[in-house]
């Protein structure tokens, strides 16, 4: 199995939460998806990320989605478990995700409109101590707090990564200087961007390709580790039209587009819950199709 650094500097594969036709969380469902995913060398699973619709759960459906993963993982690699909403909640799923084997934690930023940085240090040192101590990736994805402040969550005992998400490399590359360098900078707007973010010092990337299209990922990674950075891009145009897709609608189809894919290619995750658009336009469909055939994907 790898070690956490070595995972955190690989792919951050976003699971899907699947859905049965009543609506409930079927995890079963994610089998031979994550069987596919870790075959092909997906370095470290992620559960309860935004691709698996975090803000669409309850929280005792994100417990048990912590727990299902990481049985049907069985210690094949690290397991990342998001954690979030309010405190109480947040340190409940980290307590039952610490239970169920996760190796570390993914800290979603807070959303409320009134967060402060220094209350969000405390939040994040609660989620640690609720946990029993287990490391934890840090997801920003608003970087307008400020180098300092980014500075100080880091600093907080138990903080082994950052998953950067926002459009900022430069801003990326400040707060990778003010900060330990033995942490790593993951990045966090997938295969996208991954190439931009490499340049400026971070490593591994978020993917939710990797349900979909695993060996694409793992390709992508392989060229980026190699300094390849025209491979890399040359992989990456290849997979750009799903990735436009999922960004339509105010990345309101993220989600959607993956799980249309999904059914596409033969593993129905059912449809996603709203506020996430579902189904796909017709023209957004029309797109997916063509991006499946043209890589032999249907």
Same mark, same amino acid.
Request: charged share 20%; aromatic share 6%.
């Given at each position: 199995?790898?070690?956490?650094?070595? =995972?955190?500097? !690989?792919?951050?594969?976003? /699971?899907?939460?699947?859905? %049965?036709?009543? @609506?409930?969380? &079927?995890? $079963?469902? #994610?089998?031979?998806?994550?069987?596919?995913?870790?075959?092909?060398?997906?370095?470290?699973?992620?559960?309860?990320?935004?691709?698996?619709?975090?803000?669409?759960?309850?929280?005792?459906?994100?417990?048990?989605?912590?727990?299902?993963?990481?049985?049907?993982?069985?210690?094949?690699?690290?397991?990342?478990?998001?954690?979030?909403?309010?405190?109480?909640?947040?340190?409940?799923?980290?307590?039952?995700?610490?239970?169920?084997?996760?190796?570390?934690?993914?800290?979603?930023?807070?959303?409320?409109?009134?967060?402060?940085?220094?209350?969000?240090?405390?939040?994040?040192?609660?989620?640690?101590? =609720?946990?029993? !101590?287990?490391?934890?990736? /840090?997801?920003?994805?608003? %970087?307008?707090? @400020?180098?300092? &402040?980014? $500075?100080? #969550?880091?600093?907080?005992?138990?903080?082994?990564?950052?998953?950067?998400?926002?459009?900022?490399?430069?801003?990326?590359?400040?707060?990778?200087?003010?900060?330990?360098?033995?942490?790593?900078?993951?990045?966090?707007?997938?295969?996208?961007?991954?190439?931009?973010?490499?340049?400026?010092?971070?490593?591994?990337?978020?993917?939710?390709?990797?349900?979909?299209?695993?060996?694409?990922?793992?390709?992508?990674?392989?060229?980026?580790?190699?300094?390849?950075?025209?491979?890399?891009?040359?992989?990456?145009?290849?997979?750009?039209?799903?990735?436009?897709?999922?960004?339509?609608?105010?990345?309101?189809?993220?989600?959607?587009?993956?799980?249309?894919?999904?059914?596409?290619?033969?593993?129905?995750?059912?449809?996603?819950?709203?506020?996430?658009?579902?189904?796909?336009?017709?023209?957004?469909?029309?797109?997916?199709?063509?991006?499946?055939?043209?890589?032999?994907?249907?």
């Amino acid at each position: 199995m790898l070690d956490l650094d070595s =995972a955190l500097a !690989g792919i951050s594969g976003i /699971l899907v939460t699947p859905y %049965d036709e009543a @609506g409930e969380i &079927a995890p $079963a469902k #994610l089998t031979p998806i994550l069987d596919r995913a870790l075959g092909a060398g997906l370095h470290m699973p992620v559960v309860n990320g935004n691709t698996g619709e975090f803000y669409a759960l309850t929280t005792d459906e994100a417990c048990v989605m912590a727990r299902e993963v990481c049985a049907m993982v069985d210690g094949r690699a690290p397991v990342l478990a998001g954690i979030g909403r309010g405190i109480r909640d947040a340190c409940a799923l980290a307590r039952a995700s610490a239970e169920a084997g996760a190796t570390a934690l993914m800290i979603h930023q807070p959303p409320d409109p009134f967060v402060a940085p220094r209350g969000t240090v405390d939040y994040v040192k609660a989620i640690a101590d =609720a946990s029993g !101590g287990l490391p934890m990736m /840090l997801y920003l994805r608003n %970087d307008a707090i @400020g180098t300092g &402040a980014i $500075a100080d #969550l880091c600093a907080v005992p138990g903080v082994k990564g950052v998953k950067w998400a926002t459009p900022n490399p430069q801003k990326l590359a400040a707060a990778k200087a003010a900060c330990d360098p033995a942490i790593t900078w993951v990045g966090g707007l997938a295969e996208v961007w991954a190439p931009t973010f490499y340049a400026v010092g971070a490593r591994g990337f978020t993917s939710g390709l990797i349900n979909v299209w695993p060996e694409r990922s793992l390709a992508i990674h392989a060229a980026l580790e190699a300094s390849d950075y025209t491979e890399a891009n040359r992989l990456i145009h290849e997979m750009q039209a799903f990735e436009d897709i999922r960004a339509e609608e105010m990345n309101g189809t993220n989600v959607t587009g993956v799980k249309a894919a999904l059914q596409a290619t033969g593993f129905d995750c059912g449809a996603t819950r709203p506020p996430s658009a579902w189904p796909l336009t017709p023209a957004q469909e029309e797109k997916l199709q063509i991006f499946l055939k043209t890589n032999g994907l249907i």
